[in-house]
């Protein structure tokens, strides 16, 4: 405390704190040393809850968009996200959630509803399975454009867990991969979902820039407005009526959206965006799951081995990973 007589220091700007230097959740102190230390370790938690979120949320949205005009869908989604975040928001200061990067936000928002555009044009159209194979190329083109525009170092280790992890998909999806011939409309829809993929990197990738300079839910938030206003036009002319059950269920994949976009924010503050790449293919576990949890579906051998491949690729690159952070550290001492 200042001595009295004496001028007190001007006091320092209060600075928002990064995702990265938050303090742990309060909670019983036995349950606090559970907590990663490891950046890496944590990245890889988030992003494997993110894909817990968006699995459950893939489901959803392609029965809402074989109900609905998809970009009026896609409009419902973030807004209704919109709607989840705001309670958030509203509990802090004004300079939390104003953006340091207004122009960034807009930009990746732009990049995002076009990818969301190809993206919910061709769900209701293809089966959910390939749609989730096609997803998994997202973090090929990720790893490049980390590695091109970043300068994030590409070990062998993260190439090695991204093509075990594909491989893992390849057993699963595999014997059920096609959906029509070269000349059916069905191949065209996969060429539009596989259009997506390079685009959501894009915005993923910006999204890892914005992290130097915006918190989690100021991105999670400007997403929210920047996508909902981008989608509005396109929804306006398709535009349908809809029943209380029906908004509900976008209700739900507003939340659903935004805590799997936060999840996925504060694992790119963690750590490289490359080193979470492989914490992606889990969302086929997830989705196994779920299916035999809610709908009593038995998964298949070839689900089982291809889950164990995923899931060894995934524990494998965290360990290594953890290990390559803690050499760096002892040799920076």
């Not at 909670?27 to 699995?55: D, E, I, K, N």
């Not at 732009?110 to 555009?117: F, M, S």
């Not at 995934?314 to 050499?327: F, M, Y």
């Amino acid at each position: 405390m200042p001595t009295p007589g004496r001028c007190s220091p001007r006091p320092r700007a209060a600075t928002l704190p990064s995702d990265t230097e938050l303090p742990p959740p309060p909670g019983p102190r036995g349950l606090r040393g559970l907590r990663p230390r490891s950046p890496v370790a944590r990245a890889l938690l988030w992003a494997s809850a993110a894909g817990l979120s968006f699995s459950v949320l893939n489901a959803l949205a392609r029965s809402l968009a074989l109900q609905v005009d998809p970009f009026q869908a896609q409009f419902l989604r973030y807004l209704f996200g919109l709607v989840a975040v705001l309670p958030f928001v509203w509990r802090l200061a004004h300079p939390a959630w104003r953006p340091q990067r207004v122009g960034g936000q807009f930009a990746r928002g732009a990049l995002h509803t076009v990818g969301l555009c190809l993206w919910f044009l061709a769900l209701p159209r293809i089966p959910l399975a390939d749609m989730t194979a096609i997803g998994f190329t997202t973090p090929i083109f990720i790893m490049i454009g980390a590695a091109l525009f970043f300068g994030e170092p590409m070990r062998w280790e993260r190439w090695f867990a991204v093509v075990l992890g594909f491989a893992g998909v390849l057993i699963v999806v595999g014997p059920k991969l096609g959906g029509g011939g070269a000349g059916g409309s069905g191949f065209w829809w996969h060429l539009v979902m596989l259009a997506s993929a390079p685009v959501f990197a894009a915005s993923f990738l910006l999204t890892k820039s914005l992290t130097r300079d915006e918190s989690a839910l100021t991105i999670l938030l400007w997403q929210s407005i920047s996508v909902t206003l981008f989608s509005l036009p396109l929804a306006l002319p398709g535009w349908q009526p809809l029943a209380p059950a029906l908004w509900g269920a976008f209700l739900v994949t507003g939340v659903l959206g935004s805590l799997g976009h936060y999840c996925l924010t504060r694992s790119f503050a963690a750590a490289d965006i490359s080193a979470t790449q492989s914490a992606k293919f889990l969302d086929l576990v997830w989705a196994a799951l779920l299916g035999w949890i809610i709908f009593g579906d038995v998964p298949t051998q070839n689900a089982l081995a291809g889950g164990a491949v995923i899931a060894a690729a995934t524990l494998w690159v965290a360990r290594r990973e953890g290990r390559a952070a803690r050499a760096a550290r002892e040799e920076a001492r």
